[in-house]
C-alpha cells in the first residue's frame, strides 16, 4: 500500500480520499469495492450508500445500474424494484413505468396504501454487515480476514435470520407488538422469514395478564379485610 496516495486512514487500496477502504479510488468510507463516491459499498462506482452491485447512483441497491433506491434487480430508475428496466416503483417484473396500487403482503394482494399507513415496528429495519474494529476482533476473524491490519477491522456480513432476530431481541415491548399491524400478519409465515416466533411472546404476555389481574384481585380482597 502507498500511504502517500492515501488521503483517509487504515487503506488497504490506493487513492483513497475516505477511510477504512479495501478497494481504490473511493471518496468515501468502509468501501469494499472500488471506484465508490458513498459509503459502505461492496461493489464498484457507485454514487451512493450502501450497495452491493455495480454503477449504482441511488442507494441499498443489490443489483447493478440502477438510479432509484432498494432496488434488488438491474437498471432500474424508480424505486423498490424487483426486477430489471423498470421506470416505475415498486415493481416485480420487466420494462414498467406505472406503480402498482397493490402489493403481496404475507402473500395476500393488499392496497399499497394499507402498508404505508400500518404503524410498523423499528426492528424491522436492520443492518446485514457492521464494521468490526480490530480492539473488537476474534483470532479466527483475524485469520479469516488478511488485510485487518490496514483496515483497522473488517466488514462483517450477518445471517440475516441472525441479524433479524437481534433487532427483535434489543426492541421494546411495545416496538415488538407493532408487527400485528402489518396487514394479513401470518405468524407462521413470519418464522419462516425472520426465524422469529411471536407466538410465544403472546403466550408469555398472556400469562402475565392472568397474573396481573389475579394479583389486582388478591389486593382488593386484602384492603376489603
Known amino acids: 500500500m502507498d500511504d502517500r496516495i492515501n488521503t483517509g486512514n487504515c487503506n488497504t487500496g490506493v487513492c483513497n480520499t475516505g477511510d477504512h477502504n479495501t478497494g481504490s479510488f473511493n471518496t468515501g468510507d468502509y468501501n469494499t469495492g472500488g471506484c465508490n463516491t458513498g459509503d459502505h459499498n461492496t461493489g464498484y462506482r457507485n454514487i451512493g450508500d450502501c450497495n452491493t452491485g455495480y454503477h449504482n447512483i441511488g442507494y ?3 443489483g447493478d445500474h440502477n438510479i432509484g433506491y432498494r432496488n434488488i434487480g438491474d437498471f432500474n ?9 423498470n421506470t416505475g416503483n415498486c415493481n416485480t417484473g420487466y420494462f414498467n413505468t406505472t406503480t402498482p396500487d397493490r402489493i403481496n403482503i404475507f402473500d395476500v394482494p393488499t392496497l399499497k396504501t394499507d402498508w404505508v399507513n400500518c404503524k410498523k415496528p423499528n426492528f424491522i429495519y436492520f443492518d446485514l454487515t457492521v464494521w468490526v474494529p480490530v480492539s473488537k476482533m476474534t483470532q479466527q476473524e483475524k485469520d479469516d480476514n488478511d488485510g485487518y491490519v490496514n483496515t483497522g477491522g473488517y466488514l462483517k456480513k450477518k445471517d440475516y435470520k441472525e441479524a433479524f432476530k437481534e ?34 411472546d403472546n403466550e408469555i404476555g398472556a400469562k402475565k395478564k392472568v397474573l396481573i389481574e389475579k394479583a389486582n384481585e388478591l389486593i382488593k380482597q386484602a384492603e376489603q379485610l
Not at 430508475?77 to 428496466?85: A, F, L, P
Request: charged share 30%.
Open 167 to 200: 433487532s427483535y431481541e434489543k426492541a421494546t415491548e411495545e416496538d415488538r407488538k407493532r408487527i400485528f399491524n402489518i396487514p394479513n400478519f401470518d405468524a407462521d409465515k413470519f418464522l419462516e422469514i425472520s426465524g422469529i416466533d411471536v407466538r410465544i
Open 77 to 85: 430508475t424508480g424505486y423498490h424494484n424487483t426486477g430489471s428496466w
Open 60 to 62: 441499498c441497491n443489490t
